[in-house]
């Protein structure tokens, strides 16, 4: 079984900045992909971002792509959001997840691939 904890969000003003944190207890966690995801009022829940085990491949959603930015330090079970030019349709419960998958070669895009969940950060962007 394994613990997601996510903080960092809030609200912020259209343009402005904000980096979410994920902390992660209960797994090997250097060794599994991690995601971000987030779900809007009404809207079923999205792939953001995903990072492989090592760090070394990312993947972004076309929405957030050159805006947002996931990295991990794994010495600190931690993966992070960087989201930047933030825009009112980012206005969402972010949340983190772990990949079903040990060592998994290429990070998914797929919600069915992530086993553990975390509780979601509110991120609101003020227009």
């Known amino acids: 079984q394994v613990q997601l904890v996510e903080s960092g969000g809030g609200l912020v003003q259209a343009g402005g900045s904000l980096q979410l944190s994920c902390a992660a207890s209960?797994?090997?966690?250097?060794?599994?992909?991690m995601g971000w995801f987030r779900q809007a009022p009404g809207k079923e829940r999205e792939f953001v971002a995903a990072?492989?085990?090592?760090?070394?491949?990312?993947l972004y959603a076309d929405s957030v792509q050159d805006r947002f930015f996931i990295s991990r330090v794994n010495a600190k079970n931690t993966v992070y959001l960087q989201m930047n030019s933030l825009k009112p349709e980012d206005t969402a419960v972010y949340y983190c997840?772990?990949?079903?998958?040990?060592?998994?070669?290429?990070?998914?895009?797929?919600?069915?691939?992530?086993?553990?969940w975390g509780q979601g950060t509110q991120v609101s962007v003020s227009s």
């Open positions: 997840a772990v990949d079903s998958i040990r060592t998994r070669r290429k990070p998914s895009t797929d919600l069915a691939d992530f086993d553990s």
């Open positions: 990072i492989s085990w090592s760090g070394a491949s990312t």
């Open positions: 209960g797994r090997t966690f250097s060794m599994y992909a």
